[in-house]
């Protein structure tokens, strides 16, 4: 649920009168609890889908421990099984993450977009 306590599939419907450039999750959860609800976006969103977990969920000391080489698995699966166009960092993460990030995106090709999705410069894309 978001923070309004809407799911991902109430929120899909809330935004569906609104041309989006693109829609998706950040912070809250590491990417490897974000996977069913990436999912779920996914499957419904007719624009890009984006992404940025924490580098894990915080220890008793609010630190983040998740790896660079492991953030960049996890979020390595979602763009071989084709769910996210654009990638990054929330809390935790480090220019570390965001470069094993990096490299791990040139192995895959983006998701693919279904409907056409206009720019905000008048060039649909």
Avoid: W
């Amino acid at each position: 649920r978001t923070l309004s306590g809407q799911t991902v599939e109430a929120f899909m419907i809330s935004m569906g009168h609104v041309r989006l450039f693109s829609i998706g999750l950040n912070c809250a959860l590491g990417a490897a609890q974000m996977r069913p609800y990436l999912q779920t976006l996914a499957e419904q969103a007719p624009c890009r889908v984006s992404v940025y977990p924490n580098a894990g969920l915080p220890d008793q000391f609010g630190e983040y421990r998740e790896t660079p080489e492991v953030t960049a698995r996890l979020v390595g699966e979602f763009m071989k099984d084709g769910l996210v166009n654009i990638v990054g960092g929330c809390c935790g993460t480090t220019p570390e993450h965001i470069a094993a990030l990096a490299a791990e995106a040139r192995k895959h090709a983006p998701r693919p977009i279904e409907a056409p999705v206009a720019s905000t410069h008048g060039v649909d894309q």
